[in-house]
């Protein structure tokens, strides 16, 4: 476990006494199980950086991983845990089969993730609210609610299991509802599969451009893909559920029809492994080596020439720039972060998803929609947006409104700030 503290920010305890002192800032601990930064950590990055520094301090207690220096870097305190126990009932990665035997992780995280937790309370004694930055942090979130004795808000990020019968969703409804003052969804998708929906209010992810960082190596190397293809972005974690290998293959049929597609796939697999580790993972079906399989298929199809793979970069603004639409194959059946985010550069969307809400995605507006793990169907939608490049740039502009009408960072930021300011403790 690792406490990184920073002196770029003195806490306003520190700061003299004037002839009448302000009230203190907000001290907020923010409950983060994930240390990989992605999309989820994007999101709190961005959440944080839109709240006023005078009014909310931050703490923020995650698992070990690229995203605690990265939070140390902008004066924010952090302890990190070695691994975070967490308990999953997300259409992500919900227990069935095989998977109940990663239940034996969970509890060999237990302790330290509890540790954390305690070391937390030590460091930080004075906490005014608790936020959960997703619901599958429950072993931390109820220790912490129990020392601190603080309002906890839960900021649910995943669509959850939607089985009224199961004993697990009637659970995670009651803690909802018993041990936390405010649940916070992202969108009205997420709202939706929750067991209260009514009790959750929306805030939609906040992103801003300006902040978003640029990589002039990154730009010089996508500047050199021809103006005339249509190229295609994907952002994300290389993980089957997120639709890669059906993106590759999308792409391969797109090709063969005389179509010129670039391909710009952003992100990588979430943890290295070795061959031995991969296999064992592979053969007990809880993961594989998306990377290399994706690497295979593109060599297989003879696409290399078109296919570009940035690792794991913040210069987000630079791969949005060079893109001409986005894609997002995912197996979750919802609209992701990559999407609004390549709103705000005026760029739409193909979005597997079924029955997409307003609020995040209008098919046929800003983007298009297809079936999940259809191959051939997401192939047509390429093709589409291929032939009609001014079908493009109008999907482009309406995507941009949208964003700028239900995730603007200043409006969000101030939803979430009120949250904070009705439940702070008298």
């Given amino acids: 476990m690792t406490v990184y503290r920073s002196s770029m920010h003195a806490s306003s305890d520190d700061q003299p006494a004037g002839p009448a002192k302000a009230a203190r800032a907000l001290r907020i601990l923010y409950i983060h199980p994930i240390g990989v930064f992605g ?12 709240l006023p520094a005078d009014v909310v301090e931050p703490r923020v207690l995650t698992a070990a991983g690229n995203f605690a220096p990265m939070l140390c870097a902008r004066g924010i305190e952090v302890i990190t845990a070695s691994g975070f126990s967490r308990f999953d009932n997300t259409l992500f990665s919900a227990y069935r089969g095989w998977r109940w035997l990663l239940l034996l992780r969970e509890l060999y995280l ?3 993730t509890l540790m954390a937790v305690w070391r937390a309370y030590r460091a930080w004694p004075d906490i005014d609210l608790i936020h959960v930055n997703e619901i599958t942090a429950i072993p931390s979130w109820l220790l912490a609610r129990r020392l601190f004795r603080k309002p906890v808000v839960m900021h649910v ?3 959850l299991t939607a089985s009224p019968a199961s004993r697990r969703v009637r659970w995670i409804g009651r803690l909802l509802q018993s041990q936390c003052e405010q649940v916070i969804a992202i ?3 997420v709202r939706a599969s929750l067991q209260d929906p009514a009790r959750a209010m929306v805030v939609h992810n906040v992103f801003s451009t300006a902040r978003a960082a640029s990589d002039p190596q990154v730009e010089a190397m996508l500047n050199r893909i021809s103006a005339t293809a249509l190229r295609v972005g994907f952002v ?3 993980l089957e559920m997120k639709g890669i290998l059906d993106l590759v293959e999308a792409v391969g049929l797109c090709v063969a029809r005389g179509l010129d597609i670039q391909l710009i796939m952003v992100g ?7 061959r031995s580790t991969a296999w064992l993972l592979r053969k007990a079906r809880f993961a594989r080596d998306v990377e290399s399989g994706v690497s295979a298929r593109v060599d297989a199809l003879g696409i290399s020439a078109r296919v570009h793979t940035i690792g794991f970069t913040e210069a987000i603004g ?4 060079n893109i001409d639409v986005l894609c997002f194959p995912s197996h979750l059946d919802a609209v992701g972060r990559p999407v609004i985010e390549a709103a705000f550069y005026g760029k739409p969307s193909i979005v597997a998803i079924t029955n997409p809400k307003p609020d995040t995605f209008v098919d046929g507006v800003t983007g298009l929609a297809v079936p999940a793990a259809d191959v051939p169907a997401l192939a047509s939608a390429i093709e589409r947006l291929a032939r009609a490049p001014e079908q493009v740039q109008a999907m482009g502009r309406a995507a ?4 700028q009408r239900n995730f603007d960072p200043e409006i969000n930021a101030r939803r979430v700030l009120d949250v904070y300011r009705r439940l702070q403790p008298r």
Avoid: C, K, Q, W
Wanted: charged share 20%.
């Fill in 110 to 112: 237990l302790p330290g």
């Fill in 400 to 403: 941009l409104d949208l964003a």
């Fill in 187 to 189: 969108d009205e998708t």
């Fill in 157 to 159: 990020r995943s669509v």
């Fill in 39 to 50: 999309g989820s950590s994007r999101s709190l990055l961005e959440l944080i950086s839109s």
């Fill in 268 to 274: 990588g697999n979430t943890r290295h492994m070795t």
């Fill in 318 to 321: 630079s791969v949005y720039r």
């Fill in 236 to 238: 994300g974690n290389f």
